[in-house]
């Protein structure tokens, strides 16, 4: 049965497939999503990893929840079924640089 795996803090240069090849060390990978925004379609830093095996989640949540990748450190849990999960509501969404609303530079340069 097919677990999903919620990884927040992940970096904005990550790919999907990066991510795949991450989590297929601990098991099948099932699929993979990287979350975009949807008015500039920029990550957003967190993602979810479908495992194909519950042994595979378990060995990836506790390798990597924690673990530091680019520079940021993950964290990794089972994703709570989608009626539980408290996500920003479009409101408190910070604007993508070029949309209406104000934006600040806040970091220029590489990760």
């Given at each position: 049965m ?34 975009l ?30 673990r ?11 994703a ?32």
């Amino acid at each position: 049965m097919n677990t999903k795996i919620y990884v927040e803090n992940i970096a904005p240069t990550t790919t999907e497939n990066e991510l795949k090849a991450l989590f297929s060390i601990y098991g099948n990978v099932a699929e993979v999503n990287i979350v975009l925004d949807r008015t500039c379609q920029k990550p957003w830093g967190v993602g979810f990893v479908t495992m194909v095996t519950p042994e595979g989640t378990r060995a990836a949540i506790h390798a990597l929840h924690g673990r530091q990748i680019a520079e940021h450190r993950l964290t990794v849990t089972e994703a709570a079924p989608k009626q539980e999960r408290n996500g920003l509501s479009s409101q408190h969404r910070k604007p993508c640089q070029g949309s209406t609303g104000s934006t600040k530079t806040l970091f220029k340069g590489a990760l």
